[in-house]
């Protein structure tokens, strides 16, 4: 016998030796559903006060059944594994997920699915429960300071000189982001991080040739 035989051999009693029972598939499937379920009240917590979209979250939990039943029938048949791996090779995803929390929440649902199809439940449950106390954890600490972008519109560009300084008051490191000069109105966009922001609005306010100001919210870095 070759060696080719020897590995080609065991190859296949590999995948002899995991053949699943009706109840086994039952069992990881339930978990699966279980798990899925669970990831889809934790991700409709973690984004009560952003954009929530249903169809994503919803998905989350189909990811996990479909991706145990693909590692299910991957390693119970070597002949459908091959041709899963072929099947799958084709297909092209091309949604972009634009929020990096979502992204981790897709990945987590695809590893609870596979954990549960390789039939470590405990591991998955493990996961699960880890993964919770860390994102719950973290995403809610407190930030000190929050990245905001000044909004000044003023008459002329006579008061900049005096409004950078105004500015350098509250946050020594602000940064100029777009200066707008027009015939009628000069408009500054001038991103901050500040604790007194009414403060430095009434200052803003006071001073000669300003119009109107206001600071704006923005997903940008954040200061701890």
Sequence with gaps: MSIQDVIKKSFLQGFQNTNL????VAVIMAAASVLGIYLFFIYRIMTLNTFYSKSFNVSLILMCVITAAIIVAIQSNVIVS?????????VRFRTAVKEPLDLIFLFWSISIGII??????????????AATV????FYRL????????LVIN???NSCAEEVFR???????SSNVKSRNLTRESTDFLIEVRVKDREGLLNDLNQIKGVL???LVAHKGDTAF
């Design 154 to 156: 003023a008459e002329n």
């Design 116 to 129: 549960c199809g390789a039939g470590m439940l405990g591991l998955a449950l493990i996961l699960s429960v």
């Design 142 to 149: 407190p930030d000190v300071r929050r990245s905001m972008i």
């Design 134 to 137: 860390l994102v719950l954890v």
């Design 166 to 172: 105004t500015v350098a008051k509250y946050d020594k």
């Design 21 to 24: 029972s009706i109840r086994d």
């Design 82 to 90: 091959l041709g899963m791996v072929g099947a799958l090779s084709i």
């Design 212 to 214: 109107s100001v206001s």
